[in-house]
């Protein structure tokens, strides 16, 4: 460090200490890396499920259109059947894609996602077993999808229920 | 650095440090925007289920309740609850700690009906479980359900 009112001559050379400042840099380098984890981004969707004995505000909505997701499990919880409405969607092909073109026409049908928005609700009837992420996959099916070159997402039906839970078989 | 010479004491050979001094303070930067602290809500025990609508939420959330459902480490199908870091069996222990948490929001001028419910499940937990979650949060006047899931690339 320079020191006031002396000035050094030519020959003199004034060395900064660097190592108590690398050590510093170095410490808190080590402190980010141990730190540092990459975390994958995480999203919500939202269902509507009201509270038992407060079906007052249901009265008063438009009586809306409820398309059934039934879905069934084995005993290992693997998807073996999903059903919208009556129709069987698990016979060929990526059932969840088959629900999600269903579910399309059916927002197309009711004039876009806005008015699909007041008249279409989708309720999902799935077995104890069920692994959970079949459930979050055909809750992005019918919710919407996004498009492959732009980060949009297109919404289709997001008035989402669980009808209520099957018992556990042998319970 | 300072290298010590043999013989000749005036030599002396200095590595220049600039260019690491460079390199270490970008590394710190880097490291340090990226940094998150929040991550109080998660469990490595907690797989979420992948989704490609998932996208983190615009606006922030007035404090909501997290209830976690994660798998015991070593078995396949055994799951356990998480809420605010007490880990409990999905019954009545997670009842209990539903009606404590309905009073601590109502001591706050919060209704239950006001309050998010987060559900963080793991991707194989059998949805009843889920459900059976869902059915305790709504004997307790919750309503508002989020599932999360995490970001899907692929």
Known sequence: MKVRGKRPSKDEKIELQMTPMIDIVFQLLVFFIMTFNVVAQEGDFNIRMPAVGAPQEQLEEIEKQTLKVRMRSNDAGDLIELKLNDAVLSGGGNPFANLHSRILSKVQDAGGPDEAANLLEVEFECDYDLKYNNVIEAISAVSGSRSRDSDKIQRLIENIKFAPPKKKAGS | ?154
């Open chain 2, 1 to 154: 650095m300072p290298k010590k010479s043999r013989g000749f004491g005036a030599e002396e050979a200095e590595g220049d440090l600039t260019p690491m001094i460079d390199m270490t303070f970008q590394l710190i930067a880097f490291f340090m925007v990226l940094v998150n602290f929040t991550q109080a809500e998660q469990d490595a025990r907690v797989d979420l289920p992948a989704s490609k609508l998932a996208k983190p939420p615009e606006e922030q959330q007035e404090q909501p309740l997290t209830i976690q459902l994660a798998k015991v480490p070593g078995s396949t199908s055994d799951f356990i609850a998480l809420v605010g870091g007490e880990e409990i069996q999905v019954g009545q222990e997670l009842e209990g700690i539903l009606q404590r948490e309905r009073r601590a929001f109502g001591r706050m001028g919060r209704p239950t009906k006001s309050v998010i419910v987060i559900i963080r499940a793991h991707k194989d937990v059998p949805t009843g479980k889920v459900q059976e979650v869902i059915e305790m949060c709504q004997r307790e006047q919750f309503e508002r359900f989020r599932l999360r899931a995490k970001e899907d690339d692929g």
